[in-house]
Nanobody
Framework: QVQLAESGGGLVQAGGSLRLSCAAS????????MGWFRQAPGKEREFVSA???????DYAESVAGRFTVSRDNARKMEYLQMNSLKPEDSAVYYC???????????????????WGQGTQVTVSS
């Protein structure tokens, strides 16, 4: 069983930055692919970013170049640095853990078995 806990959300003006953190309880955290997803009111949850166990990253087109995902396997942490935030980035952000390979982390939420409770990000215009 893996428990995940996000933190770092909040209210920020457009153009600002936030750093989300995800703390994991997994004994073998380094073996998991980690992802970030978000859900805005009235919309389906969508893929934001993912990082494989070896550190290969993937981003949704809407955030590429503005967001950076990283992980610290020794501390069992995943991070999402969000820069140049836009009002359309406002959502509840979730971290997730799932099976993956050394080189691949899925964009599909169906491939993630464990989810955090989410953290709210609100970007004002």
């Amino acid at each position: 069983q893996v428990q995940l806990a996000e933190s770092g959300g909040g209210l920020v003006q457009a153009g600002g930055s936030l750093r989300l953190s995800c703390a994991a309880s997994a004994r073998t955290f380094s073996n998991y692919a980690m992802g970030w997803f978000r859900q805005a009111p009235g919309k389906e949850r969508e893929f934001v970013s993912a990082i494989s166990s070896s550190g290969h990253t993937d981003y949704a087109e809407s955030v590429a170049g503005r967001f950076t995902v990283s992980r610290d396997n020794a501390r069992k942490m995943e991070y999402l640095q969000m820069n140049s935030l836009k009002p359309e980035d406002s959502a509840v952000y979730y971290c997730a853990a799932g099976a993956g390979t050394k080189w691949f982390a899925s964009r599909s939420e169906d491939d993630y078995d464990y989810w955090g409770q989410g953290t709210q990000v609100t970007v004002s215009s």
